[in-house]
């Protein structure tokens, strides 16, 4: 059966040090990858969704950036956070379009 | 951005009680799905209704939608405490394609008390 792991789970992060939140898949091959952001209390944000390996489409411009470097793999990244940057990060999956997205567990971001 | 509105945005009823939430959006679809979330948790697939669909059940959850007048309700019969989460709808939109992730709505906060 596929899972999804995500991590780390909690963090907090002094302003303008990086971010790397990681992503895995695991069961599936070439899954559609996803990262939703959702800040306290609100709906889901899309923030980066991948169809293939180094295919990666942003919705929202911002500090942040998404990589894929193997097939189920999949990273949210960013340089220098903003205080703006804290919230709900969580990885999603799904095999193609029109099937049910799977989510991870979800990591939570604080920044200080 | 396409998006599924839900309402109420919050809803508290006492455990037993019946509980519907709707679902609106602005474009077509090609299937709408539901899902809940517990405070500081990943969200968990529910139902998935496909445009040509109408109903749909699981358990005590009831999902109906109304492609003419763009909207979705979710029913849980005879709450519980447990059912106490955040409930999202979300939509597939055509056209179909990998580049069509879903669309997710803020949200209905749903407490059951006891």
């Known amino acids: 059966s596929q899972t999804i792991h995500q991590w780390p789970a909690t963090l907090v992060q002094p302003v303008g040090s990086p971010l790397s939140l990681e992503c895995t898949v695991e069961?599936?091959?070439?899954?559609?990858l996803y990262w939703y952001r959702q800040a306290a209390g609100r709906g889901l944000q899309l923030l980066f969704y991948?169809?293939?390996?180094?295919?990666i489409s942003s919705e929202v411009p911002q500090n942040l950036s998404a990589s894929r470097p193997q097939d189920r793999q999949f990273i949210l990244s960013s340089k220098k956070l903003l205080l703006s940057d804290s919230g709900f990060y969580l990885c999603a999956w799904r095999e193609r379009p029109g099937n049910t997205i799977y989510f991870g567990e979800g990591s939570w971001l604080t920044v200080v | 951005s396409q998006q599924g509105e839900e309402d109420p945005q919050a809803l508290s009823i006492q455990e037993g009680e019946n509980a519907t939430m709707n679902c609106s959006y602005k474009t077509s679809i090609n299937n709408l799905q539901w899902y809940r979330q517990n405070s500081g948790r990943g969200l968990v697939h529910l139902i998935l209704i496909r445009s040509n669909e109408r109903e749909k059940h699981s358990g005590r959850l009831r999902v109906t939608l109304d492609t003419s007048k763009k909207s979705s309700s979710l029913l849980i019969t005879a709450s519980r405490a447990a059912d106490t989460a955040s409930y999202f709808c979300a939509t597939d939109h055509v056209p179909y394609s990998g580049n069509t992730p879903l669309v997710f709505g803020k949200g209905t906060r749903l407490s059951v008390i006891a």
């Open positions: 991948s169809v293939g390996i180094g295919q």
């Open positions: 069961g599936t091959s070439n899954p559609n």
